[in-house]
């Protein structure tokens, strides 16, 4: 089936450095793929939507410039997170639907998460 | 805006008991409701989901029953099983945009042998 590849699993750095998490379609493109952060028993609260070849659209309340997402080719999305604070501490899922499908029709593939710690 | 609110856990069990986690939710329109679960070490999967009012979703002995008259979408099993335990997310998405998915702050569900 189809696999979404998130990486690092875990990261721990400093305060004030930025930390940057992949998120790979493997056997399958994906135009659209949707970034997540979940707190501590808390659900998981949609940041922004990754579109290949265009700006994010980020959710109400997340800073754009705090958050930055590239999402250059079919298979793959970046978020980066800049001058990473404690409070940026999280766990941050990205996930990603076929091309052409939609929740449907074709399924969410979700990537196991990226647990980020800033000390 | 929309939203959905499922029971908080942890929830504990005995193998074979029956399981209720309830879900309700609040949207504009007609959304799809979702089930998703996460087991320990893994991403998110899909385990069911309800397109329209009064369709029961339906995998691995779990459902589901779109109630819009309640604005609910329970998920319910006869018997489960040690290997059920795992994190169970209520969603939503709506139809304007069908790949934005809304989640409930999810269950997590422990099954003692």
């Known amino acids: 089936g189809a696999v979404v590849s998130q990486h690092p699993s875990w990261v721990i750095c400093k305060s004030g450095t930025s930390v940057k998490i992949e998120c790979r379609s493997l056997?399958?493109?994906?135009?659209?793929m949707f970034w997540y952060r979940q707190f501590p028993k808390q659900s998981l609260m949609l940041m922004a939507t990754s579109n290949e070849g265009s700006k994010a659209t980020y959710e109400q309340g997340v800073e754009k410039d705090k958050f930055l997402i590239n999402h250059a080719s079919l298979t793959l999305s970046t978020l980066t997170v800049t001058s990473a604070h404690p409070e940026d501490s999280s766990f941050y899922i990205c996930s990603a639907s076929e091309t052409g499908g939609n929740a449907y029709n074709s399924p969410l593939h979700f990537g196991n998460g990226t647990r980020l710690t800033v000390t | 805006g929309n939203s959905v609110t499922q029971m908080e856990g942890p929830v504990t069990l005995s193998e074979e008991a029956f399981l209720t986690i309830n879900c309700t939710y609040t949207?504009?329109?007609?959304?799809?409701l979702f089930w998703y679960v996460q087991y320990p070490g893994e991403g998110l999967q899909l385990l069911l989901k309800?397109?329209?009012?009064?369709d029961k979703g339906s995998n691995k002995g779990f459902e589901a029953t779109y109630r819009k008259e309640t604005t609910s979408f329970h998920l319910e099993k006869g018997s489960v099983q040690v290997s059920d335990s795992a994190v169970y997310f209520c969603?939503?998405?709506?139809?304007?945009?069908?790949?934005?998915?809304?989640f409930g702050s999810g269950t997590r569900l422990s099954i003692r042998p």
């Open positions: 309800a397109t329209k009012a009064d």
């Open positions: 056997d399958f493109q994906a135009t659209t």
């Open positions: 969603a939503l998405s709506d139809r304007s945009s069908a790949s934005k998915i809304i």
């Open positions: 949207a504009t329109g007609y959304p799809s």
